[in-house]
Each structure stands twice: as C-alpha cells, then as structure tokens.
C-alpha cells in the first residue's frame, strides 16, 4: 500500500505567473535596441550615438548607485519597485528609442529579476516538503572529484532530485544532456538510482566512461586505507591476547583481508546490448559502480565494533540493508575476536550488496534527443521515471519539458537550462520552416503576440551579472581590440559580413598590432596592405571613447537577467497550460556566482496513491 503523500509548497497560479511575464516582457520590449546590439559593431554602427542620451561616467555612477550592481531590493520598497509599470517604460525615450533614464532603467532591471517578481519557490521549501521527516543521505563529497563549480551544482541538485524521486516512488532517472556525466554518476553512486545519461555527443558519453574509472579508482583508495587501517588496528588488540588466541586471531585476520580485496573486485563491468531506432546512434557502454548507503551503526555494541574513518567512507555509500545488524545475528558466542566480528560483516555486506547492484547503475548513451523522441526505443527497461538536466544546451531544455509533459511514464522533471544563444526561435526567420518545433516561445501569450528575442538578444542573457556585481571585471579591452578591428576590416577591406571568426586571438597577442595581424590571417585577409603605423592610428582614434564601450557593455549585462526572466517563465507558462501537472515551479539551485545559470524548472505530475 502506497502512503499518502505529502503536501508541496504553495506553487505560483497559473495567472500569477503569466502576469510577471506579460510586465517583463513589456519592459523587455522597450529594451530590445540595446539588447540586440553586437558589440563587435560599437563603432561602426555607432551604437552609443544610436541608443544612449547619457555620458558614460553618468551610466555607470548611476548603475552602481541604483541598480542590480548596488543593494538588492529591500521587501516591500515602494520607493524601489513602484507598481506601475509605466513609469519604468519613460526610462527610454517613446520616439528614438535611445535610453535617457538610467536611474530607472536600473530600478526596472532590478524590479523584474526573478527573485523580485515573487514566482520562485525557496530551495529549502522544496526540500523540507520533499523529504518531510525522513533524513538526508550522509556519504561522500563531490568535490574530490570535481572542480568547485561543478561539485556544487552536481551536490545541490542530486540532493533534490533524490528527494523528487522518493516523493514519487521512482528509481529510475533519465539524464538529458547528461555530458561527461557527473550529475549521473554521483545519482547513481550517492543515491542507489538507476541512472540513464543521453548525450547526442559520443565523445561525451567517452568522458562519462572514462569518469566511471577514475569514481572507482577514487573508491579503491578508500578501501586500501582502510584495509591498512583495520590491520593496524586488529595487530595491535592482538598483542594483548593469550597466545594461544593470538594464532587463531591470525588466522582470522588474514581471512579478513582476502575478503576485504574480493569485495574491492566486485565493482562490475555492464554491457548493455542497446539498438535505437536511429541506425547511426552511436551507443557508449560504461563500467559501473555498486556502492550505495548503509547505516552501520550497532548501538551499544559500538565499541566493540568500531572501524576505521576510512572504512565507514566506504561503507556509508551502501544500501540500507546491505549489512545486518549483528545485535541480533545468528552469532551467540561472545567470546569472537574483533577481526571475525569484522569479517562476518563485510561477508554479509558482499551477499547483500551483490543482490541490490541491479538497482544501482549508470549507463551512458549516444543519441540526440528531440521532442519527438521516443525514449522506449532507447531505454529497454524504460518504467516511472523523471527527467534531469544540469545545464542542457539551448533547444534540448526546452525538449526536456515537451518530453516530460507527453510521456504518462515520466513522473518529474528537473532542468537547468543554459546556452540561450543556442535556442531556435519561431518569429526570428520567418521564412523557415513553419512546422518546425521550436525552443521559444513556448507559452501560447508569447506565441500568439509573435515574440522575438532575436541571437543577440539571447547571447546577452547568458551574461553574468552577479559575478560583475562582486568584482569580476568585464574584458572591455578585448571587446574594445574586437570593435576597432572591425572598422579596420569594414574601411580597409570592404568586408561587412564573414563566416569566419576571429576566436581566442585576444589572449594569445602581444598588443594591438600583433592581435589584428593574427586576426587578419584567421579571416584570410591579406594584412600586408597594413603597415603598424596605419593600425595604431586607428587604435588612437577610438581609445579615448572605450568608456562608452564599458559603460554600453554594463548596460547589457545588467539587463541579461531580465531576458532571462522572459525565457524561464515562458517555460513555466507553458507547463501551467498543461493539465496532467499537480505541481510546477522555479527554484534557484546554486549560487549564482559559482553557476550564474542557477534557476531549475520543476514540475511534477498528478500522482496515483492507493
């Protein structure tokens, strides 16, 4: 018999959320100019002329005095969120579009962040509904194994989802996007769930493989110190024995570790036999791991029982079940030495460990996944599930929830989107293909009012501004060597449009002149024509106005979040139309100066309890 289940955090209504949307996108709107403006073409499009009336020591005073780069809102400031929207629109002027109040522009791009919109649940809301009474799994810390960034996202979302998944009664979990497989590895690993990782990159799904490895190598150190542990300390209690205990302790021991080293080996290779429907999907098999969750603790016996840091490192990643509680074993003599009581639990351990190995497993897969896609013809065993993904590339977050609301099978979804630039857009091209799935708009508003981010527009929503708020400087110098550039390639080559890109040039230049040179040569441009003293002429020209180019750069980056706003809660609309879904949500994850893509949408289906 199924339990109850039990009650969510008050989610966001349908209406409430279209409303946060429909005033973003107003404002969004009136900042589209400056938002869709490339700054490689600063100087020659003349962009400040264009957009901006203030000067830019006036643009930037006023964003760090009023904007998102000052205080948060304070709760409740009228003064700083005023309620009509109109006020914030007067921040451009009606006719030449050009910016004339930054004071209000700041304020606006602070008023409609997500975390002042009021339309986010709290993390730890979700996490106390989620697991109720029940206590969080204690084992191991990814940042051993990865770097600062990654350990954090992968330890804050693995923690939900597991808690997701016990809210649902699932074991199984589809990781879209899942890369080189770190969120799917520590799933699987930390929490006993039967991981699926899809990666449309066979090099990626290569990576996973090779992560497997070094996960197991990691665990094997663990045990090795341990076993040297545990021998140490069993050497040591035998000294004070009788002889004639001495020698079967010995024994004992001995037998010990050979059990110890058989049950480092039983780490298991699965070959899965896995052919999609795509004849040309390239499928990668991993090894796999098998430690999940125990709780050895034996009460009073503890003393008697006690093992090395190191072992219970290990140990404290297994089942629940996977070692009997040996206050009620079938031993009834209290005479063992301390080396047997040992063995006879990590026997037990191998038996029970062995029999839960099915439920603990991550397979890395190759293929591209669309909103048509059906994942029974990838996943054999496929049964209730959810949906994750860790930062997933343009369109694919936007098919992770089409997947998710058209599949009865699929229970939950948690994704992190990122990479907007990378998204497909309905209203961009209007002469492609109209019956095309596309990334945005989702939501039936956007679409029926034709809305269009445009690339520019999207790129500048992948901005950080939180970590230009604590300090981390813009490259204003490589954007501005980028902008001269261009006039150079525009006055003395004729050459407006290319499809080749100049990349990393910037960091691998010793100045100006080398950087256009290397340029010069990526875009095949013959740069003999240019003599040094003609580059650094046009360098002078423009280096007395690269204040314009950082102040207009500030600007976009203090609007990123507001396109941001406008692309989360198109998803989030969408899923209200749904009518299959109990609960749905944003939730900020991570700090957004450690991962400034941090916000998930969530959502969860009308459960059956018997």
Same mark, same amino acid.
């Given at each position: 018999?199924?339990?109850?289940?039990?009650?969510?955090?008050?989610?966001?209504?349908?209406?409430?959320?279209?409303?946060?949307?429909?005033?973003?996108?107003?404002?969004?709107?009136?900042?589209?100019?400056?938002?869709?403006?490339?700054?490689?073409?600063?100087?020659?499009?003349?962009?400040?002329?264009?957009?901006?009336?203030?000067?830019?020591?006036?643009? !930037?005073?006023? +964003?760090?005095?009023?904007? *998102? $780069?000052?205080?948060? /809102?304070? @709760?409740?400031? =009228?003064?700083?969120?005023?309620?009509?929207?109109?006020?914030?629109?007067?921040?451009?002027?009606?006719?030449?579009?050009?910016?004339?109040?930054?004071?209000?522009?700041?304020?606006?791009?602070?008023?409609?962040? !997500?975390?002042? +919109?009021?339309?986010?649940? *709290? $993390?730890?809301?979700? /996490?106390? @509904?989620?697991? =109720?009474?029940?206590?969080?799994?204690?084992?191991?810390?990814?940042?051993?194994?990865?770097?600062?960034?990654?350990?954090?996202?992968?330890?804050?979302?693995?923690?939900?989802?597991?808690?997701?998944?016990?809210?649902?009664?699932?074991?199984?979990?589809?990781?879209?996007?899942?890369?080189?497989?770190?969120?799917?590895?520590?799933?699987?690993?930390?929490?006993?769930?039967?991981?699926?990782?899809?990666?449309?990159?066979?090099?990626?799904?290569?990576?996973?493989?090779?992560?497997?490895?070094?996960?197991?190598?990691?665990?094997?150190?663990?045990?090795?110190?341990?076993?040297?542990?545990?021998?140490?300390?069993?050497?040591?209690?035998?000294?004070?024995?009788?002889?004639?205990?001495?020698?079967?302790?010995?024994?004992?021991?001995?037998?010990?570790?050979?059990?110890?080293?058989?049950?480092?080996?039983?780490?298991?290779?699965?070959?899965?036999?896995?052919?999609?429907?795509?004849?040309?999907?390239?499928?990668?098999?991993?090894?796999?791991?098998?430690?999940?969750?125990?709780?050895?603790?034996?009460?009073?016996?503890?003393?008697?029982?006690?093992?090395?840091?190191?072992?219970?490192?290990?140990?404290?990643?297994?089942?629940?079940?996977?070692?009997?509680?040996?206050?009620?074993?079938?031993?009834?003599?209290?005479?063992?030495?301390?080396?047997?009581?040992?063995?006879?639990?990590?026997?037990?351990?191998?038996?029970?460990?062995?029999?839960?190995?099915?439920?603990?497993?991550?397979?890395?897969?190759?293929?591209?996944?669309?909103?048509?896609?059906?994942?029974?013809?990838?996943?054999?065993?496929?049964?209730?599930?959810?949906?994750?993904?860790?930062?997933?590339?343009?369109?694919?977050?936007?098919?992770?929830?089409?997947?998710?609301?058209?599949?009865?099978?699929?229970?939950?979804?948690?994704?992190?989107?990122?990479?907007?630039?990378?998204?497909?857009?309905?209203?961009?091209?209007?002469?492609?293909?109209?019956?095309?799935?596309?990334?945005?708009?989702?939501?039936?508003?956007?679409?029926?009012?034709?809305?269009?981010?445009?690339?520019?527009?999207?790129?500048?929503?992948?901005?950080?501004?939180?970590?230009?708020?604590?300090?981390?400087?813009?490259?204003?110098?490589?954007?501005?060597?980028?902008?001269?550039?261009?006039?150079?390639?525009?006055?003395?080559?004729?050459?407006?449009?290319?499809?080749?890109?100049?990349?990393?040039?910037?960091?691998?230049?010793?100045?100006?002149?080398?950087?256009?040179?290397?340029?010069?040569?990526?875009?095949?441009?013959?740069?003999?024509?240019?003599?040094?003293?003609?580059?650094?002429?046009?360098?002078?020209?423009?280096?007395?106005?690269?204040?314009?180019?950082?102040?207009?750069?500030?600007?976009?980056?203090?609007?990123?979040?507001?396109?941001?706003?406008?692309?989360?809660?198109?998803?989030?609309?969408?899923?209200?139309?749904?009518?299959?879904?109990?609960?749905?949500?944003?939730?900020?994850?991570?700090?957004?100066?450690?991962?400034?893509?941090?916000?998930?949408?969530?959502?969860?289906?009308?459960?059956?309890?018997?």
């Amino acid at each position: 018999m199924s339990r109850s289940p039990r009650a969510l955090p008050a989610q966001p209504p349908p209406a409430a959320v279209a409303r946060a949307l429909r005033r973003a996108a107003r404002f969004v709107q009136r900042a589209l100019p400056l938002c869709r403006a490339h700054t490689v073409e600063f100087f020659t499009r003349g962009l400040w002329e264009r957009l901006v009336a203030p000067r830019p020591d006036a643009v !930037l005073e006023a +964003l760090r005095a009023a904007g *998102p $780069l000052a205080r948060p /809102l304070a @709760a409740g400031s =009228g003064a700083a969120a005023p309620c009509d929207d109109d006020i914030f629109s007067s921040a451009f002027c009606e006719d030449s579009e050009k910016l004339i109040n930054v004071h209000l522009f700041a304020l606006a791009a602070k008023y409609y962040s !997500l975390s002042n +919109l009021g339309v986010c649940t *709290p $993390l730890e809301d979700m /996490l106390e @509904a989620l697991k =109720g009474d029940s206590e969080g799994a204690a084992g191991i810390k990814p940042d051993e194994f990865m770097n600062n960034k990654k350990s954090h996202e992968v330890q804050v979302m693995s923690e939900l989802v597991d808690s997701i998944a016990n809210y649902c009664e699932i074991k199984q979990v589809i990781d879209i996007g899942s890369g080189k497989g770190y969120l799917s590895s520590f799933l699987s690993m930390q929490y006993n769930l039967k991981v699926y990782g899809i990666d449309s990159s066979s090099s990626n799904t290569n990576g996973a493989h090779e992560r497997n490895k070094k996960l197991k190598k990691h665990w094997r150190a663990y045990q090795s110190r341990g076993r040297e542990n545990l021998k140490s300390q069993s050497l040591e209690k035998t000294n004070d024995r009788p002889v004639e205990s001495e020698i079967r302790c010995k024994t004992i021991n001995e037998e010990l570790l050979n059990n110890a080293s058989s049950l480092q080996n039983q780490d298991q290779v699965i070959i899965q036999d896995l052919v999609p429907s795509c004849g040309s999907t390239e499928m990668a098999i991993p090894e796999t791991i098998t430690e999940t969750e125990a709780d050895l603790v034996t009460g009073a016996q503890s003393q008697e029982t006690k093992l090395s840091e190191e072992v219970l490192a290990v140990l404290n990643v297994l089942p629940a079940d996977a070692v009997e509680d040996f206050s009620s074993s079938h031993c009834n003599c209290r005479e063992l030495c301390e080396e047997e009581k040992v063995q006879r639990k990590i026997t037990s351990l191998k038996t029970k460990a062995r029999k839960s190995s099915e439920s603990n497993l991550y397979f890395p897969l190759t293929s591209c996944i669309t909103a048509e896609t059906e994942l029974s013809d990838i996943i054999t065993d496929l049964e209730d599930c959810m949906l994750v993904g860790l930062h997933t590339c343009g369109d694919l977050a936007a098919n992770t929830l089409r997947i998710f609301t058209a599949k009865p099978e699929i229970k939950a979804v948690c994704s992190v989107g990122c990479c907007y630039h990378l998204l497909s857009e309905q209203f961009e091209n209007q002469e492609e293909c109209q019956d095309q799935v596309w990334g945005f708009p989702m939501c039936q508003y956007l679409k029926d009012k034709g809305w269009c981010c445009g690339r520019n527009a999207r790129m500048s929503a992948c901005l950080a501004l939180e970590r230009v708020a604590v300090g981390q400087m813009l490259p204003t110098e490589s954007l501005f060597y980028r902008a001269v550039l261009q006039v150079i390639i525009e006055e003395i080559y004729g050459v407006t449009k290319s499809d080749r890109h100049v990349g990393k040039t910037f960091s691998k230049s010793s100045s100006f002149i080398d950087y256009v040179r290397r340029s010069l040569k990526k875009l095949e441009l013959d740069d003999s024509k240019l003599p040094d003293n003609c580059i650094m002429d046009y360098y002078e020209k423009y280096q007395h106005r690269m204040n314009e180019l950082e102040a207009f750069n500030m600007l976009k980056v203090v609007l990123a979040p507001c396109i941001e706003v406008l692309i989360l809660l198109d998803r989030l609309c969408y899923l209200k139309e749904q009518e299959n879904i109990a609960w749905s949500g944003l939730v900020k994850l991570f700090d957004p100066v450690k991962s400034p893509r941090c916000y998930a949408v969530i959502a969860l289906k009308n459960q059956s309890h018997s």
